[in-house]
């Protein structure tokens, strides 16, 4: 079982499906699925095309997280590495220094002969001055438009694995490190009790490190949607009783039997894929303290693929 956040996991968690059909371990079949998404320039959020800071710059978070062993890596505000995904998994291998920043995280990148480019694309930089004009124009939020891929698997031996990649907040602040790379808030794995990763803003989601949370659920017997949903339901109404705002958050886990969960406060999609049925895309919508579900309809599949390849200027 493999399951990633949005539609943009779609090819990806087809690659990692596939690759557990043929007996990969969870941890690679997540590694390839995010890299897909952030090998893919049209997906804006992710990777190569992700969205700029501030300064017209794409600084990238990312994190992997080993289920069996609790191993960890991650990065964060990283330019110029074609694959934030995979350095994290090879940083999940130290024993000291598994999450590296910024410069640190670069150099590291070039002594380990990661692949390194430019991770601005024209449409990028079209975008963000796109957006620049309309935040000096009309009191548009700069931070609107993110999105993290997140992706948790199970492989045919009980091992669980998760990991994140985004460009974090459109215009962030250079420097700013969301909720993505951080373990127990962007995601968290545990193969004796689960898997979950989430995606929204990541200044809420770190303050209740919901991707521990749910798994910690998980862990008491709870199933995933109700572990998921207690997650998020908590930590909305402590919020909320302290006077606070709450942003979108978004939470996709998966028990160590393979049943999948999700909570989420927007709109959101996600996708599954299982040993017997191919990767699909599901829509959701919170309902009350749940959510509804429902299968992807082709016209919002199709709908999807012409709004990616938009030019910018309609788009941002
Ligand atoms: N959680 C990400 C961040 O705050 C963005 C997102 O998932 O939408 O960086």
């Known amino acids: 079982m493999i399951a990633g956040t949005w539609r943009m996991a779609l090819e990806g968690v087809s690659?990692?499906?596939?690759?557990?059909?043929?007996?990969?371990?969870?941890?690679?079949?997540?590694?390839?699925?995010?890299?897909?998404?952030?090998?893919?320039?049209?997906?804006?959020?992710?990777?190569?095309?992700?969205?700029?800071?501030?300064?017209?710059q794409v600084e990238l978070d990312g994190a992997f997280m080993d289920g069996d062993t609790l191993d960890f890596g991650a990065v964060a505000a990283?330019?110029?590495?074609?694959?934030?995904?995979?350095?994290?998994?090879?940083?999940?291998?130290?024993?000291?220094?598994?999450?590296?920043?910024?410069?640190?995280?670069?150099?590291?990148a070039r002594v380990e002969l990661f692949e390194m480019c430019n991770m601005l694309t024209e449409?990028?930089?079209?975008?963000?001055?796109?957006?620049?004009?309309?935040v000096r124009e009309s009191n548009l939020s700069p931070y609107d438009g993110h999105d993290t891929v997140g992706v948790v698997a199970l492989d045919s031996s009980g091992s669980m694995a998760?990991?994140?990649?985004?460009?974090?907040?459109?215009?962030?602040?250079?420097?700013?490190?969301?909720?993505?790379?951080?373990?127990?808030?962007?995601?968290?794995?545990?193969?004796?009790?689960?898997?979950?990763?989430?995606?929204?803003?990541g200044e809420e989601i770190m303050k209740g490190v919901l991707s521990y949370e749910t798994v910690r659920s998980m862990g008491e017997g709870l199933d995933p949607d109700s572990a998921s949903r207690r997650s998020l339901k908590s930590f909305i109404d402590r919020r909320i009783q302290a006077g606070r705002r709450v942003g979108a958050i978004s939470i996709l886990c998966c028990s160590r039997d393979g049943r999948v969960g999700v909570a989420t406060n927007v709109e959101?999609?996600?996708?599954?894929?299982?040993?017997?049925?191919?990767?699909?895309?599901?829509?959701?919508?919170?309902?009350?303290?749940?959510?509804?579900?429902?299968?992807?309809?082709?016209?919002?599949?199709?709908?999807?693929?012409?709004?990616?390849?938009?030019?910018?200027?309609?788009?941002?």
């Open 15 to 56: 690659k990692g499906a596939h690759m557990l059909a043929t007996g990969a371990s969870a941890g690679d079949a997540v590694t390839e699925a995010v890299r897909a998404v952030e090998d893919y320039p049209l997906y804006k959020s992710v990777g190569l095309g992700g969205l700029p800071n501030g300064a017209c």
């Open 78 to 108: 990283v330019k110029d590495v074609k694959n934030p995904v995979s350095l994290a998994r090879r940083l999940s291998t130290e024993r000291f220094n598994c999450f590296l920043v910024g410069a640190g995280a670069e150099d590291f």
């Open 123 to 134: 449409r990028a930089k079209r975008a963000f001055e796109i957006r620049s004009r309309k």
């Open 162 to 201: 998760c990991a994140t990649s985004t460009s974090g907040l459109f215009m962030k602040r250079p420097g700013r490190v969301g909720d993505s790379p951080l373990c127990g808030s962007g995601l968290y794995a545990d193969s004796r009790f689960g898997a979950a990763v989430a995606t929204g803003l």
């Open 268 to 316: 959101f999609s996600f996708v599954i894929a299982r040993r017997d049925s191919p990767a699909k895309v599901y829509l959701v919508s919170p309902d009350g303290d749940g959510v509804k579900i429902q299968e992807a309809p082709v016209e919002w599949l199709e709908a999807y693929e012409r709004r990616i390849k938009l030019p910018p200027e309609e788009v941002f």
